[in-house]
């Protein structure tokens, strides 16, 4: 990669994050510590307002505007590949989000690239199997969720057809054994607990923020799930 793709690359890292820390610029392109200190200098020099916060990393300054990213076509064509991965892998929120995402992706796109990528899309399909069929719209309230750190009302129906109502602080999505699950602490059992999504039958936002602090990482958690990751 030569230096005015990876000043580019940078450029596009920084635009994709709050926080970069020198570190990941330098794993990511394989480059000394005092290369990206030039590198991140010479993007300055440049006039992007570049910033620096300790134990943090560098970031573009709020309020900069940023062209829009142009795409190759290879990277155009990853990411309509991804499109059948979405459908085949997640609910219909976050169906609906990715496809607002891919054409507003398209609309930076040259005419050319528009025409092969409906040609690809024409030549790409996927048969998705019927255990992977999420016929719900969860996910993307579960995610907002679990950034705004809100509790969420669930009914949800154990694998004995049994209904119950929850009040719980969710922490993380994880997909396993075919399925995705919310990972959250759950009020009427004051612990955490693994709730299969697809047996969620209605969610809503309490408005009210997580009465318990420090939560333990989805990662912590994932050490008791009995499949290895």
């Known amino acids: 990669m030569n230096r005015i ?3 580019f690359g940078i450029l596009t890292l920084m635009q994709s994050r709050k926080y970069v820390s020198a570190e990941k610029i330098s794993e990511k392109f394989g480059i000394s510590i005092r290369t990206v200190y030039r590198d991140v200098k010479a993007i300055a020099e440049q006039g992007i307002p570049v910033s620096f916060e300790p134990a943090k990393g560098y970031f573009i300054v709020q309020g900069y505007f940023l062209p ?3 795409f190759t076509q290879d990277e155009a064509a990853a990411i309509l590949l991804m499109e059948n991965v979405v459908k085949a892998f997640t609910d219909k929120s976050i169906q609906k989000n ?10 930076v796109m040259s005419g050319s690239q528009k025409d092969k990528l409906e040609m690809l899309a024409n030549a790409t399909k996927t048969q998705y ?3 992977l069929k999420n016929d719900f719209e969860y996910m993307s309230p579960l995610q907002n969720a679990i950034t705004t750190k809100t509790k969420v009302a669930i009914e949800y129906k154990n694998n004995k057809e049994e209904l119950s109502k929850r009040i719980v602080e969710p922490i993380g999505l994880v997909f396993y054994a075919f399925a995705w699950h919310l990972i959250a602490w759950c ?8 709730f299969k999504i697809e047996r969620i039958k209605a969610i809503k936002d309490t408005d009210h ?7 333990i990482s989805v990662n912590e958690y994932m050490k008791q799930l009995p499949v290895d990751y």
Do not use: C, G, M, W
């Open 187 to 194: 009020e009427l059992r004051k612990d955490y607990r693994d």
């Open 5 to 7: 793709d990876r000043l």
């Open 68 to 70: 829009p990213v142009s």
């Open 209 to 215: 923020s997580f009465s318990k602090q420090n939560h």
């Open 98 to 107: 990715y496809s607002s995402a891919l054409n507003k992706v398209k609309t």
């Open 129 to 131: 199997p019927i255990r």
